[in-house]
């Protein structure tokens, strides 16, 4: 069965060997800048949830704007916390790029009206999954500053998807090797990850698939869409 959303990933053919130990410092600014994002991305869905209701259809700039978002976000997980599989940096740009890592989504030109409302409650079995998989399991909780009340809060610690990294990481910190098929399997949860996510986010109909599509290309994606 074809998906509407296509996910790629080329794995550098040399990778530093230590350079990864780094990247969650040299991607920061990126995070600030998609910690705002996605606030955009939560309220443009909003919007575009209530345009689906009356006209059936998702405004094209909202579509666009979205789905650059999530593009930008793609491409920061894949250099650092979701693959380690490049160490060039992710330009910052919503549009697609030149870049080891792509994804796209085909505009659809019509929705369900009646979808919009439920299509959270019908992705809680894929998102039960992706918890496990994905969900901070608090293993090691980082303390940051908030900066509007003062006070130490916990952001966040890491899921079994990052564990999966890490240990790629040390793998290539050893060996000089990023084991392929722990990058095909990581591929695998984002591809599933970034499909329950399009749906969820109403830029697609089309339920995902319950199954792990490993490896660096999409070979089951929609024809025309560009990887």
Same mark, same amino acid.
Do not use: C
């Given at each position: 069965? =074809? ?17 990864? &130990?780094?990247?969650?410092?040299a991607a ?16 443009? =869905? ?11 259809? *998702? ?5 666009? &704007?979205? @789905? ?30 030149? *870049? ?13 009206r009646g979808?919009? &409302?439920?299509?959270? @409650? +019908?992705?809680?079995?894929h998102l ?9 399991? /608090? ?5 940051? +500053? ?25 793998? @290539? @910190? ?7 098929? /722990? ?9 599933? !990850? ?8 109403? !830029? ?24």
């Amino acid at each position: 069965m =074809t998906t509407p959303l296509t996910l790629t990933g080329r794995l550098d053919d040399q990778l530093s060997r230590w350079w990864w &130990l780094l990247k969650m410092f040299a991607a920061i600014p990126h995070f600030i800048v998609l910690a705002a994002l996605w606030v955009v991305f939560i309220v443009l =869905t909003f919007v575009a949830g209530v345009a689906i209701l009356f006209t059936g259809r *998702y405004p094209r700039a909202l579509f666009d &704007l979205n @789905l650059g978002i999530l593009r930008w976000n793609w491409r920061v997980g894949f250099y650092v916390y979701a693959a380690l599989g490049t160490d060039r940096y992710p330009p910052f740009t919503l549009g697609a790029a030149e *870049y080891p890592a792509s994804l796209d989504i085909a505009y659809p030109e019509k929705l369900s009206r009646g979808l919009v &409302l439920v299509k959270w @409650l +019908l992705a809680v079995p894929h998102l039960i999954v992706i918890g496990l998989i994905a969900g901070d399991i /608090m293993l090691y909780p980082i303390a940051v +500053l908030n900066q509007l009340g003062g006070e130490m809060q916990l952001l966040g610690g890491y899921s079994v998807q990052n564990l999966l990294v890490v240990i790629a990481g040390f793998f @290539l @910190l050893v060996t000089g090797v990023y084991p392929r098929p /722990m990058f095909d399997f990581l591929m695998g949860i984002n591809r599933w !990850m970034y499909r329950v996510l399009a749906y969820v986010a109403l !830029m697609t109909d089309q339920y995902p698939p319950f199954r792990l599509d490993a490896g660096a290309t999409d070979v089951d994606a929609t024809d025309g869409v560009p990887a």
